[in-house]
């Protein structure tokens, strides 16, 4: 007798499941941590004050943020101080970005001379601006500001152009048949089609912005940031201060890039571009 298999199509092979990716992430980090403490602390291949190892870097971070010191409590201060400037710039950013990439989506004039000077613009380093930035607005966290908004725009305006460009021909065919009109057709079906790129192009604002701020607040002193914790360090020399910085500021930028990809990955899964792992 004839036996059939129910069993149904067979399911795509799965990846390595993010704890398996985060393990392999956290053991590269403790052998980073093995390899720095063996140069530092058992081989001195260095003196101190020109590479401190861990314990030295640690121990500014815990100054910084709870503990008692010369920098008692100013990292905690100048994250607080950095994280308000640039959540506060990365929105304006998105929002002008988003309103200029649908004019250049939807209008071909603007997207093939505005298109063309923002990728220029791209182009060049943010910490450029800066200097600009601060003759304009003067030598305030403004100028800051107005760097962040520039580096986060532009990216943003790009990606949202780029994506309603890339929306499936069918898509516009399809909405034109059912009577949507030109704003209707942008609003209810090329930007829902558009939605998994645009995701992609947050997270690159976010990297731009994030750049652009803490080059912009090494130039603009006076107020709580992580820019001027790097030159807090360098005038007094204080390497360990340094590098405890630039693991914050890689930290922080990690874990909003790792938030926005979290949430990139459910909506391209819920679009069926992305197989669950």
Do not use: C
């Not at 930028?253 to 571009?273: I, N, Q, S, W």
């Amino acid at each position: 007798m004839t036996t059939f298999d129910h069993a149904g199509p067979a399911r795509p092979a799965r990846g390595p499941s993010r704890w398996v990716a985060l393990g392999w992430q956290l053991l590269g980090l403790l052998l980073i941590l093995a390899v720095w403490w063996l140069l530092t602390d058992v081989l001195k291949l260095y003196p101190p004050y020109v590479f401190p190892g861990p314990k030295a870097v640690w121990t500014e971070i815990s100054y910084g943020l709870w503990g008692s010191g010369p920098q008692d409590g100013k990292l905690l201060s100048a994250i607080g101080g950095s994280l308000r400037r640039m959540l506060t710039g990365y929105l304006i950013a998105v929002a002008l970005g988003v309103l200029v990439g649908l004019l250049m989506g939807a209008w071909r004039p603007l997207r093939t001379t505005l298109g063309a000077y923002l990728t220029g613009i791209q182009s060049v380093p943010s910490i450029a601006f800066v200097p600009f930035a601060i003759l304009f607005f003067g030598l305030n966290e403004r100028a800051a500001l107005a760097v962040v908004i520039l580096e986060g725009f532009i990216p943003m305006a790009l990606a949202v152009s780029g994506a309603l460009l890339n929306v499936p021909p069918a898509l516009r065919v399809a909405g034109r048949t059912l009577g949507a009109g030109s704003l209707s057709l942008t609003l209810r079906v090329l930007l829902p089609a558009s939605l998994p790129n645009i995701l992609t192009g947050l997270r690159t604002a976010w990297s731009f912005a994030w750049r652009a701020l803490v080059g912009g607040e090494l130039l603009i002193g006076g107020v709580a940031s992580l820019g001027e914790q790097l030159e807090v360090g360098r005038n007094t020399a204080n390497v360990a201060l340094v590098l405890a910085t630039i693991i914050i500021i890689g930290l922080i930028g990690g874990l909003f890039d790792a938030l926005l990809r979290a949430f990139e990955g459910r909506v391209r899964r819920d679009y069926g571009l992305e197989v669950p792992q």
